[in-house]
């Protein structure tokens, strides 16, 4: 399997709506404020709908959980849901609140985005099985996201002869 480049989505953030601390952590929700879309097979911008449900455990990790709408330049509308995992280290934590770009890299900050659409054009998104890394600055998060492709070369007898199986 490799990574094939799926598309680059920067995320505008509105408000942020605290909920506070909860037995999980701590919770905060964002509003989303639109952003843009650029990849290989699609181009579009983040229509200014949907959030982030972000949660901070007691260990300082941030639980991604984020739902929204992908308008194509074509007009089909593309609902995003993901996931994932953000690991700060403190002179990240530091730029971020100084309102400086954390890179790419700097964090362990990591997503599995899923796609919905009943466009034809866009449809092969629905069986897309994806994984992204962001950065942030505070006003907005920007993802690469790749798409998982398994390599024709190897299939299922390669499969087999790795994973043994009893029965």
Sequence with gaps: MHLEP?????????NRYPIGPIPKGRRNV??????????????????????EFELIDQEGVFHIDVRLV???????????????VANTTPQAAAKYK????????ETYFATQPRFETSHA???WLNHVMAVAEG???????????YQCVPDQSIGLARADSVFKFDG
Excluded: C
Aim: aromatic share 10%.
């Design 135 to 145: 950065r942030g600055d505070g006003r907005a998060v920007e993802y690469l996201m």
């Design 30 to 51: 964002w509003q989303l404020g639109g952003g843009t879309v650029e990849g290989p097979r699609i181009k579009g911008t983040v229509a200014p709908v949907g959030g």
């Design 70 to 84: 992908i308008v194509t330049h074509d007009m089909a509308n593309i609902f995003v849901q993901y996931f994932g």
């Design 6 to 14: 799926l598309l680059r989505m920067r995320v505008d953030l509105g």
């Design 121 to 123: 054009r866009y449809s």
């Design 98 to 105: 100084a309102g400086e770009t954390v890179d790419f890299g």
